[in-house]
Structure formats: structure tokens, C-alpha cells
């Protein structure tokens, strides 16, 4: 971690919630209920699991030897059947689980009983494929209900998902699905973005070519389109699959602490991790957060706008509304095509309530100016949540005016891939304060402390770490227990440490400023520098890289590379264009660089560690800081 050196606009202003909001909260008084679950844990953790159906109950709700944790010891359930059977067998067999659009306003609805019936299909096909408990299923689909199918046909079965974002390139999916080691790979032929059909299929052959492991390749035919010579002996229909199967499929028994999914998120080093999550307290915890965060309802109508490949895809499109029985949109496209008032369009059309979308687009859609929300009705509106990157007052500000019209509250929601559920959010039942993620969730215990681990006083910059486990906390990493070790043992104090640089106010209010390490967050993606660096010194010409974050108005962050290239090669333009390609092919678009520059030298410590800090303050035009380290 390097110093801490971001600094922030503060508005203290507090924006109180409509008392019609108020009243309609599910937790009204979010002191006594977060009181409760520091002061009396079990009791708190034995209510909220209670709401959901477990075969066999838990013996005790926290086993903690620390850094290891295990929730709900002893109880057995299966997610799928509290997200799908639970509300089948309550009434809600016809009850709308999603409506799928897409950019062309084509529409899709799924019930609870069709969604089942979907799932339990795909289970028994990915069963006659011989899939079993604890195989590893990659899936890479585009945004769609047919991609949470296979989410939960995996879940069903108790085999792990580990789903990649379709927007990843033929490397990244290869390192992702030869990490896992997955037996079987899903995917579809396309996805669509921009009016433009971006082929799924012809990636997945590519990755998958030299990984003799991959048994059998799944293929969702959107079209109909593929010819029989292009099947291979390895591929399947996903039709087929569907069409043969019984669309009944007992779930398996899974233990608490049996392995859900692992998702891959970018850490310091080039290798992204595989962070695992376990059945029992991630279940519990999403569907507690989904329900109080976004006070979920009988007739709530609920839109995250996320992609199924991250994490608010998990848990707040799948995991976490399916267990609250709600209705939700899904969107496959972009938000600005085939116009860029088509997120507000579907608001109007489908009545939505509650909407979830992240900061760099709430900057990109307050481009085209206020009037193109302004011609919507968007009065079914109640809560807007935010997600990803720090959201900066003036965007908080136009959300609130101009999406919110001052009647909707704005909730932002801080959290990660390793924490699985919200930690610090505001709650629609108290005062938000723009820019400042709000308070600790029930049972989070946040902390920001310096570098030794100490206590910093109020609206002091620091490490945020969370003092306690969580139910939804990341169990290990896949193949690596010591990168997981490494979050607990980062900061002295037994303290998980985020990697996030943050503040406290006298309120309780937390302030989080952005990274503390080097990973970067360009438009709310999160990339390692190391990653970038390892992936431009992919191209033959370049012997050396760095790469630092430049703030960018929309982004957040934009990426510059410092590029030191080897002898005999000549900087050109069309060099710079090469190596762009180069990252696009080996990590995929969102990595690519906007700068690349040509340098002779790159500040190194004695040590021979690339000084990032240093590259950025001169970039920036800053202090440069300590520079005692620095080799020359
Ligand atoms: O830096 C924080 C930022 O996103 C990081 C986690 O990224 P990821 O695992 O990809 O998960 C993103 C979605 C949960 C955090 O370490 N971050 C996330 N939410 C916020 C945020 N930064 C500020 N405010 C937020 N609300």
C-alpha cells in the first residue's frame, strides 16, 4: 500500500427521506436493529436465516479461527430451492421473477414456476453431461435469463459456477476456465451491444483449444443458426439439453460451507484472484441486504442495471432478488443505445421502483443534459442505489434532481467481490449525505486505522478494515489460501483490510476515497495495474511497463502506460495503436489503455519495484512525497 494522498469534495448537507418512503421502510430504526446484531449476534443471525428454508437447521451460527470462518455450522439447504421452490410452493408460481429487455424493446417475461422449470432442465442436462457436486462450470453468456439459468441449474446440483464477463477476451476466459479447471464451459453464439452482434462461440473455441480438460462445451443457438459441421464432438445444444431433460430435478443437499461460485476479481499482482463464497451465509446475507437496502416488497419492481459477470450481477440480479421473490429487469445492451434515454424509457414502461447503477454511468447519461430524463415518467421511482466507485456529489446531485425529482432517496452502496454483500450503505429510512457511502451494515464492524493498525480520529484518511467476520465474506482463494490470508493479515490487528481508502465522520458516516493499492477503477471495473503492465509487455517490441490511473471525468479512472521499449524498436504512432491492441487481445476493451507513452527509464525502488506513486504525482504535477527509496 502506498500513501494515502486523495482528497475529496465534502458536502455536508444531509438529504432527509420522504416520510411516504419512511413509513414504507422494512427497517425503520436501523440504530436499534444495527445495535442488535453487534451486542447479540446468534440471536440476530438465527431471525434473519430463519426466514429462509434449510433442510437441516445449523448446529451454530460462527465458527471463527481466525482468519478462517464458517456461518450456519452444520446447516444444510440449497439456494435454488429458496430462490425458486419456496416461492412455488407459497403461491408465487405465476409471479413475474424477470423481464428481459433488450435494445431493440424486444421483451421476455419468466415466472417463479418457468424459471424452475428452466433450472431444474438445465440441472438434469448438465447432469447427463456428467456433471457432479463441486465441478467447476464456466459460464460465459451475455446478459440474459437463459444466463442465471445456468447460474442456478450449476447451484442446483452443487456444482461451483464460475461465470466470466463476456466482454473478457480469449485470455482472460482461458486463464479464468483453466484456474478453475472447469469440466464444461457455457456459453451463446452472441451478445448484443450497440445494435452489433459480438460472437461468444468463436472466443470460447479459441480459449478453450489447448485445455484438454474442458469436457464439453455448451451452446445457447440464440439464432438457430449454427450449422451441424460447426458442432464439434466436444459441443452441445443448450436446447437439446432442455428439450431432453425432466423439469424435475431434485436439489442437492449442499453444507453451509460448500462451495457456491468462484468469481474472478483483479488483485495487485497479474494473476486475478478466485474468490470463493460458500451457500449458507452468502444466501443469508444477500437476501438480508437485498431486502432492507432496497426495502423489497410484494409489488416492488426492481432494476439493477449490472452485468451478470460481477459481482452486483450475483447478488443483486440473482442470488439476492430471487430469495426476496421479486421482480426485476434485466437489460441486455448499453445505456445510451439505440438512444440515451432508454434506461429512463423502460423506468417509465415498466413502473420500476428501485434501481441499482453505478457512478460512471449516472456521469456518462448527465452528458446528454437533464432534458432526456426530464421527458420520462419516472414517479414509480423510490430508491436509487449506486455501486462501484465513489460517487461524487455533483453526479449524486443530478441522480437525486433529475432521476430521483427530489422524492426518491439515493443509497450508496460500498462493497466488493470478496465481502459478497453490501458493508456501508445508507438505508432509505435515514438522512444520505452526497459522497459519503452512509453507515456499517447489520453485523459489519468497519474501522479506518493507519498503516500500524491504530484507530485514526474522525475525518482522518485511512485503511478501512472490517474488525469481524461476516456471513458473506470470501472463504478463500481458489488455489491460493494465501492471497486469502493476505487480507487479514495486511494491517496489523487481525483486521480484514479492504485495500480502500476511507474516513469517518462524527455521524458514522463513512467516506471512501478509492483504492489504497494498485488496482485500478476504470468506469467502476476493477483492474490491476500489474494486469495492464503484464499484458503490454506481451507485445514483442516492449521490454518494460508501467501503468497508473489518471482521474477521468467519466471513468473515474482512465489508464496511462509508461511503455519502455526494447532495443531497436522506434516509438510510432502506430506502436502505440499495436500495443492497445495487444491489451484488448490478451485482457479485453475495459483494460485497454487511453495514453501510452514512450519513456527510456521508470522510477524503480533499490529493489527494482516499479514507483507508480512516482509516476503519477509527475504526471498529475504533484508532490512527489518520499522519494528516499527511489534508486535514482
Ligand atoms: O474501491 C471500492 C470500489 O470497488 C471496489 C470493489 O470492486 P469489485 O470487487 O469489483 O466490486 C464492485 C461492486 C461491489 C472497492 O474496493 N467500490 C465499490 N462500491 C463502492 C466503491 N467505492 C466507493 N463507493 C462505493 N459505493
Known amino acids: 500500500m502506498e500513501n494515502i494522498e486523495k482528497v475529496h469534495l465534502v458536502v455536508e448537507e444531509k438529504y432527509f427521506p420522504p416520510k411516504d418512503i419512511v413509513e414504507e421502510c422494512i427497517v425503520k430504526d436501523y440504530e436499534s436493529m444495527y445495535e442488535k446484531s453487534m ?106 435469463v437463459e444466463a442465471i439459468a445456468c447460474m442456478l441449474a450449476c447451484t442446483r446440483i452443487g456444482a461451483i459456477h464460475s461465470v466470466v464477463f463476456a466482454g473478457f477476451s480469449e485470455g482472460a476466459l482461458r486463464l479464468r476456465i483453466e484456474d478453475a479447471k472447469a469440466k464444461v464451459v457455457i456459453t451463446s453464439t452472441y451478445t448484443k451491444r450497440r445494435g452489433k452482434k459480438i460472437h461468444l462461440l468463436e472466443t470460447v473455441k479459441e480459449a478453450i483449444k489447448p485445455l484438454n480438460f474442458v469436457e464439453r462445451v455448451v451452446v445457447w443457438d440464440r439464432d438457430g443458426e449454427l450449422d451441424e459441421e460447426e458442432i464439434d ?59 432492507t437496502v432496497f426495502n423489497i416488497k410484494e ?45 429512463w424509457e423502460y423506468i417509465q414502461k415498466y413502473r420500476v421502483n428501485v434501481f441499482y447503477t453505478a457512478p460512471t454511468a449516472i456521469r456518462m447519461l448527465m452528458r446528454f443534459g437533464e432534458d432526456i430524463p426530464a421527458k420520462y415518467d419516472l414517479s414509480s421511482l423510490k430508491i436509487l442505489g449506486s455501486v462501484g466507485e465513489p460517487i461524487n456529489p455533483e453526479a449524486w446531485l443530478w441522480y437525486y434532481k433529475n ?71 470470501l472463504r478463500t482463494c481458489w488455489g491460493e489460501p494465501e492471497r486469502y490470508e493476505k487480507y487479514w493479515k495486511e494491517i496489523p490487528g487481525g483486521y480484514y483490510s479492504a485495500g480502500d ?47 497508473i490511473g489518471k482521474p477521468n471525468e467519466i471513468k473515474g479512472e482512465s489508464i496511462k502506460a509508461f511503455v519502455i521499449l526494447k532495443a531497436g524498436s522506434v516509438p510510432s504512432d502506430k506502436l502505440v495503436e499495436e500495443i492497445k491492441d495487444t491489451v484488448r487481445e490478451v485482457l479485453g476493451a475495459i483494460a485497454v489503455p487511453d495514453e501510452v507513452e514512450f519513456v527510456d527509464k521508470l522510477p524503480k525502488t533499490r529493489s527494482g519495484k516499479i514507483m507508480r506513486r512516482v509516476l503519477r504525482a509527475r504526471e498529475l504535477g504533484q508532490e512527489l512525497g518520499d522519494t528516499s527509496t527511489l534508486e535514482d
Not at 445444444?237 to 462451495?259: F, G, Q, R, W
Not at 442495471?305 to 430469495?323: N, R
Not at 467481490?417 to 452512509?438: D, F, V, W
Not at 489504497?516 to 476504470?522: P, T
Request: negative net charge; contains cysteine; charged residues 25%.
Open 39 to 144: 451486542q447479540n449476534p446468534t440471536e440476530f443471525w438465527e431471525e434473519i436465516a430463519s426466514d429462509l428454508y434449510w433442510f437441516e437447521k445449523w448446529e451454530k451460527v460462527l465458527e471463527w479461527d481466525f482468519p478462517r470462518a464458517k456461518w450456519f455450522v452444520g446447516g444444510k439447504t440449497n439456494i435454488t430451492y429458496n430462490c425458486l421452490d419456496r416461492h412455488v410452493k407459497s403461491g408465487k408460481r405465476n409471479k413475474v421473477a424477470y423481464i428481459y429487455v433488450d435494445e431493440d424493446r424486444n421483451e421476455k417475461k419468466y415466472t417463479y414456476g418457468e424459471l424452475l422449470e428452466l433450472v431444474n432442465r438445465m440441472a438434469n442436462g448438465l447432469k447427463s453431461l456428467g456433471v457432479q457436486k463441486g465441478d467447476r462450470v464456466s459460464i460465459y453468456m451475455p446478459n440474459t
Open 233 to 291: 464432438n466436444r459441443m452441445v445444444k443448450l436446447d437439446k439439453l432442455i428439450d431432453n431433460s425432466s423439469p424435475v430435478c431434485e436439489p442437492e443437499v449442499m453444507d453451509s460451507e460448500d462451495p457456491l461460485f468462484i468469481l474472478y476479481t483483479s488483485g495487485t499482482t497479474g494473476k486475478p484472484k478466485g474468490v470463493l463464497h460458500t451457500v449458507g451465509g452468502y444466501m443469508v446475507n444477500t437476501y438480508l441486504t437485498t431486502k
Open 299 to 343: 409489488e416492488t419492481v426492481y432494476w439493477c442495471t449490472a452485468d451478470i459477470g460481477w459481482i452486483t450481477g450475483h447478488s443483486y440480479i440473482v442470488y439476492g432478488p430471487l430469495a426476496n421473490a421479486a421482480t426485476s429487469l434485466i437489460m441486455e445492451g448499453v445505456p445510451v443505445y439505440p438512444h440515451p434515454g432508454i434506461w
Open 403 to 473: 432521476v430521483g425529482r427530489e422524492r426518491a432517496v439515493v443509497v450508496d452502496t460500498w462493497w466488493q467481490t470478496e465481502t459478497g454483500a453490501h458493508m456501508i450503505t445508507t438505508l432509505p429510512s435515514y438522512p444520505a449525505k452526497p459522497g459519503k457511502a452512509g453507515k456499517p451494515m447489520f453485523g459489519v464492524d468497519p474501522l479506518v486505522v493507519d498503516k500500524e493498525g491504530n484507530p485514526l480520529p474522525p475525518n482522518t484518511v485511512g485503511y478501512l478494515v472490517i474488525k469481524k467476520p461476516w456471513p458473506s465474506m
Open 501 to 547: 481508502l476511507a474516513s469517518i465522520d462524527e455521524d458514522g458516516y463513512i467516506m471512501i476515497l478509492g483504492r489504497a493499492d494498485d488496482v485500478l477503477s476504470v468506469a467502476g471495473h476493477r483492474i490491476g495495474n500489474a494486469e495492464v503492465e503484464s499484458a503490454i509487455v506481451e507485445h514483442p517490441a516492449v521490454a518494460e511497463a508501467a501503468v
